[in-house]
Antibody
Framework: EVQLLESGGGLVQPGGSLRLSCAVS????????MSWVRQAPGKGLEWVSGISASGGSTYYADSVKGRFTISRDNSKNTLYLQMNSLRAEDTAVYYCAKDPYGEYFEYWGQGTLVTVSS | QSALTQPRSVSGSPGQSVTISCTGT?????????VSWYQQHPGKAPKLMIY???KRPSGVPDRFSGSKSGNTASLTISGIQAEDEADYYCCSYAGNYLKVFGGGTKLTVL
């Protein structure tokens, strides 16, 4: 059974930092690309960032470029999202997703809520 | 990258068919055969329903189908059921690993 389990969300002040993790099981993690997708309260979905299977290539939405860093540890089957210089508009549920070919999101985690507020 | 355009809401009675449209540009929907559709029930994670415009993952009922013409993709649900009531999002590949979502459509089963 495929499982993706996000953690690391919480309340942070504007300008602060947070690191999200996504622990994966049920498929060969090191073989597939992965992505982070977020959803602001009551709003739609937004692709945030993606990473190749090896971790050698990373991609970002313009809204987070220069502030967020995606990475992965294939030995630990874990995906990360380092979020710096957080803004109120980054408040959202953050989902990790298996992005097998860089074209669609096959499996999703349950999400972790990030709230940026003073 | 602008969001894809979906109707805010659609509705239908059980057994009827409904179609949700998703309009983009030649840089996303029209430029690639990589449109996907997601179903999201309240408080739950999205679920993949259609990928590569027309393909259904294992376990998705065959009443769900996808198509595309030009810059507009469509999701059709034939013979809708009560459990189909949810939000539906389209998504398109937009080049260089970028993906863009639609704003979402709320399906109400009357």
């Amino acid at each position: 059974e495929v499982q993706l389990l996000e953690s690391g969300g919480g309340l942070v002040q504007p300008g602060g930092s947070l690191r999200l993790s996504c622990a994966v099981s049920g498929f060969t993690f090191s073989t597939y690309s992965m992505s982070w997708v977020r959803q602001a309260p009551g709003k739609g979905l937004e692709w945030v960032s993606g990473i190749s299977a090896s971790g050698g290539s990373t991609y970002y939405a313009d809204s987070v470029k220069g502030r967020f860093t995606i990475s992965r540890d294939n030995s630990k089957n874990t995906l990360y999202l380092q979020m710096n210089s957080l803004r109120a508009e980054d408040t959202a549920v953050y989902y990790c997703a298996k992005d097998p070919y860089g074209e669609y999101f096959e499996y999703w985690g349950q999400g972790t809520l990030v709230t940026v507020s003073s | 990258q602008s969001a894809l355009t979906q109707p805010r809401s659609v509705s239908g009675s059980p057994g009827q068919s409904v179609t949700i449209s998703c309009t983009g540009t030649s840089s996303d929907v029209g430029g690639y055969n990589y449109v996907s559709w997601y179903q999201q029930h309240p408080g739950k994670a999205p679920k993949l329903m259609i990928y590569d415009v027309t393909k259904r993952p294992s376990g998705v009922p065959d009443r769900f189908s996808g198509s595309k013409s030009g810059n507009t993709a469509s999701l059709t649900i034939s013979g809708i059921q009560a459990e189909d009531e949810a939000d539906y999002y389209c998504c398109s590949y937009a080049g260089n690993y970028l993906k863009v979502f639609g704003g979402g459509t709320k399906l109400t089963v009357l």
